[in-house]
């Protein structure tokens, strides 16, 4: 049992009375969003959620909670929640809606969905989502067996830029992706003999406390740095964890490919390698050899603005480790140079050994390899249509399916010039893009504007929806839903135990919507059904390992969390490569430092540094009309994106978009803390409210993300005064790198000023007048 745990408050059942509430054990996933599925004990009374608590007995979060899911009840049943689907019956914008029948909407969806599939082809039809949530799948696999269009993509993210950078990369390299091993793919935890205390994490562009993000919850870091763990943080802000690290790299945003080709320079010219796991399990280390001697620590102390002598320290610190381990972020996707980021990040990881060793970096895998998240459903399509794909051309790494989902960028492109064919219609289902997900918000908008017909899939009213949406579905939340979900390991059910007003879960609408579509590929009678197949459904494509699952959606909603027995160094073992023999899934058998496909494409096979588009480097004179780097979107507590602006106990501990500012830069503008300031550059403008801290680099400053004011009208001009405070009207789209991956999100420039009396207009009324793009485009 892992330490904390509670023997006597144990309950073998899923489901038991306690005076007069039902509580039911299971897993808390989105809506309200998260990417992780804490476990929890939801106590319901007359059907009605009444409490929730953090589930002390589940492995994964021993019972601790974040305050987002403490504060579920606020959320569950705020009065803004969307109660039954609605048709737009003024003109787009108003905000003018009627209450139609679930079977109203669905004709209207079917109907549209003939016509275009008719007139332009299936292609023509994009299903949106955001981040990773539970219906990871769900979305994919209504756009491919549903509409049967290629174009599944994530809500305009630029660069398809998160985690998919990295994902597609490691997989490039490794075969397979890997994660910090805090034990928490081990039924007994840090109580198993097996598992090893990671002597240093090396955490880079990453702030697992606040984020939790992909599966891998911050808390545990605390935990083994109670054991003994060491830190190196990377990061332009000194965090908690900074401030607790024996090393923090105050780097330059933007250019953390640079800094750790330094440390490969480092660790390899002073052969603090793993010599044994080089020799036997890499591929290319004198082509990596020769690459990093073009990034020597002083060369690359100018460019990330890291001194010299820390970078030397730290990558000794990190190689001498054993094991070291490497948490890394989102900070590593969203710069141009993302792909070679977290190439030379994972070179790091095998030139010290890392890779599938206890407290290391462990290669995982789905939980008893269930379906192919983004890829769900596509091999129903023909090689012809998938060809059709946007951004099937934008590198061969597209070409060569290293993600599943459609190019954002090339989506966007498709919907303004109608090249390589016309958009008609936009299915967005948990993506809120104006607000949020898209760069450059104004063009965004202006685009959703052109697209015959829209629906959203949400759980409130966004901005999106009032912009664009003909019709607007509500989604049942994680306690009203019957789902499954693994983000690598292990696999957990979600139990439905209320129902909200007409709200159907995601999974529902997608099934109840597809067996009207396409009811072969459908066939499943139930939610429940479906969760079995899909709980089943690594024996589609199997692999040497993991094995596949028997059992039924019922069978986990019981033990809610379940796994195959975890395996380390599975290269030796033969258990990473479907021909059985050992080695890494690559075509070498090898970790590929220098990447054998990228060689045979054309693209650079190493790791390399690109500066961002517009930086003090690239573009000096633009740099001192806009002498500040921006970087955007570090994650808070009370806010999951552009979710839970609404929620009263939210707001009172964070009312207003902030951005930070270091007091030197603050004074020279007169900017006072608790001021309103206009954060601008060539693109847009938005105001937040300064903090002055000391915990940046003068000339950087961060500014939050998401942000919208539900408080406000909704009708435009006003659209809940989206734009008024939106990092993202500074931040361009098509700024990726050759590869199509990555974006500009954390390296940008810009300059601030204070708002006055005089210069306070309103940037969404600009906008929304306009009709979008264009308002300080030079
Ligand atoms: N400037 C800047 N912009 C960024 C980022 C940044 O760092 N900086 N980060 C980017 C990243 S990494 C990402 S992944 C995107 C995220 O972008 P999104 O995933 O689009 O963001 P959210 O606001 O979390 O979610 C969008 C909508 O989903 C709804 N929703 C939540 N749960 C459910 C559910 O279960 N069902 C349904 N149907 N709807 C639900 C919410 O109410 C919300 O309106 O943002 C990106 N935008
Ligand atoms: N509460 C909450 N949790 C979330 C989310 C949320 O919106 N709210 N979003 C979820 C999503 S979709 C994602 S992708 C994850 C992301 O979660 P994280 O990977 O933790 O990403 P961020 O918080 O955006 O940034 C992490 C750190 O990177 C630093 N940073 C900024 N620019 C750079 C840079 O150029 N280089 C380096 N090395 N560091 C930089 C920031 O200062 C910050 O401390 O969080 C997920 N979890
Ligand atoms: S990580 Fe936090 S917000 Fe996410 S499910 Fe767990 S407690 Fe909830
Ligand atoms: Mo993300």
């Not at 992780?36 to 929730?52: A, N, P, R």
């Not at 403490?70 to 209450?99: A, F, S």
């Not at 503008?669 to 954060?679: F, P, S, T, Y």
């Not at 105001?687 to 500014?703: D, F, G």
Request: charged fraction near 25%.
């Amino acid at each position: 049992m892992p330490e904390g745990i509670n023997k006597d408050i144990y309950k073998d059942e899923w489901q038991w009375q306690e005076g007069e509430y039902t509580v039911t054990r299971t897993a808390q996933w989105t809506g309200p969003g998260c990417h992780d599925s804490c476990g929890v004990l939801f106590y319901t009374k007359d059907g009605k959620l009444e409490k929730i608590e953090g589930d002390p007995n589940a492995p994964y979060n021993q019972g601790r909670l974040c305050m987002r899911c403490l504060n579920m009840i606020e959320t569950v049943y705020h009065p803004d929640r969307l109660k039954w689907p609605l048709k737009r019956v003024g003109k787009r914008g108003e905000n003018k809606w009627e209450r139609i029948t679930w079977d109203e909407a669905y004709d209207m969806i079917v109907e549209n969905v003939r016509k275009f599939q008719k007139e332009n082809g299936p292609e023509s039809i994009v299903g949106l989502e955001g981040t990773g949530r539970n219906i990871v799948w769900i979305t994919p696999y209504l756009t491919y067996c549903g509409f049967g269009s290629p174009n599944f993509g994530l809500g305009f993210l630029s660069g398809d830029s998160c985690y998919l950078p990295r994902v597609s990369t490691t997989f490039a390299t490794c075969g397979d992706f890997n994660v910090v091993d805090c034990s928490q793919n081990l039924p007994d935890r840090y109580a198993d003999p097996e598992w090893k205390v990671p002597e240093v994490i090396m955490i880079w562009g990453n702030n697992p406390l606040v984020s939790n993000g992909d599966n891998f919850l911050g808390h545990w870091i605390v935990d083994v740095m109670k054991m003994g763990t060491k830190l190196i943080v990377v990061d332009p802000q000194l965090t908690w964890l900074a401030a607790r690290a024996d090393h923090w790299l105050q780097i330059r945003p933007g250019t953390d490919a640079a800094l750790a080709l330094a440390m490969i320079n480092v660790i390899i010219s002073e052969g603090l390698y793993d010599k044994k796991f080089v020799e036997e399990w890499t591929y290319g280390f004198d082509e990596l050899a020769e690459r990093a001697k073009q990034y020597p620590p002083d060369k690359v102390a100018e460019i990330s603005w890291v001194p010299k002598e820390q970078i030397i320290e730290a990558a000794r610190f990190f190689a001498k480790a054993n094991p070291g381990a490497l948490q890394w972020g989102l900070a590593v996707d969203q710069s141009v140079s993302g792909i070679p980021c977290a190439h030379a990040l994972t070179c790091i990881n095998a030139l010290c050994g890392n890779l599938d060793v206890p407290g290391g970096n462990m290669m995982v895998r789905c939980a008893y390899n269930v379906a192919d998240s983004y890829g769900a459903g596509k091999w129903n399509l023909s090689e012809e249509m998938n060809r059709k794909q946007l951004g099937f051309d934008i590198s061969p790494m597209h070409q060569n399916h290293f993600s599943a989902s459609a190019h954002g960028d090339s989506i966007l492109r498709a919907i303004e010039t109608d090249r390589p064919y016309p958009v008609k219609m936009l299915w967005m289902q948990t993506t809120n893009p104006i607000a949020n997900m898209g760069a450059e918000a104004p063009r965004i908008y202006k685009a959703l504007k052109k697209v015959e017909f829209n629906v959203v899939v949400d759980l409130f009213m966004t901005p999106t929806a009032v912009a664009c949406a003909d019709l607007v579905l509500p989604a049942g939340m994680s306690c009203e839903r019957n789902s499954v979900r693994a983000w690598w390991w292990p696999l957990k059910s979600i139990s439905k135990v209320t129902q909200y007003e007409e709200c159907k879960s995601d999974e529902q609408i997608v099934l109840e919507l597809g067996k009207r579509l396409n009811p072969e590929l459908f066939p499943w009678e139930t939610d429940v059904d479906m969760m079995t197949w899909f709980i089943q459904s690594g024996k589609l494509f199997p692999v040497a390992w993991p094995p596949q699952a028997e059992f039924t959606f019922d069978d986990l909603k019981k033990n809610v969390i379940s796994a195959p027995k975890w395996e380390y160094k599975k290269y030796e073992k033969g258990l990473l490569r479907n021909d059985g023999e050992p080695g890494f899934n690559t075509p070498t058998g090898k970790v590929e430092l220098f990447v054998t496909v990228f060689d045979g494409w054309g693209q650079d096979p190493l790791p390399y540094y690109e500066e961002p588009h517009e930086s003090p480097v690239t573009t000096p004179e633009l740099f001192k009309q806009y002498p500040l780097v921006l970087t955007t979107g570090q994650r808070q507590w009370e806010y999951f994106h552009s979710e839970q602006r609404q929620m009263p106990t939210m707001r009172e501990f964070k009312p207003d978009p902030i951005v930070e500012i270091h007091p030197e830069t603050a004074a020279a503008q007169g900017i006072q803390e608790g001021d309103w300031v206009w954060i601008e550059n060539m693109r847009g403008k938005c105001k937040q409210k300064a903090k002055l801290s000391h915990t940046l680099n003068p000339k950087v400053i961060r500014a939050e993300h998401g942000w919208w004011f539900p408080e406000k009208a909704g009708a435009e001009p006003s659209l809940f005064g989206v734009f008024d405070s939106n990092i993202n009207n500074l931040i361009p789209m098509m700024q990726h790198g050759p590869s199509g991956y990555g974006s500009p999100y954390k390296a940008q420039i810009c300059k601030i000023y204070k708002v006055t009396l005089e210069n306070d207009q309103s940037v969404t009324e600009t906008v929304t007048k306009m009709g979008g793009f264009g308002y300080v485009e030079k």
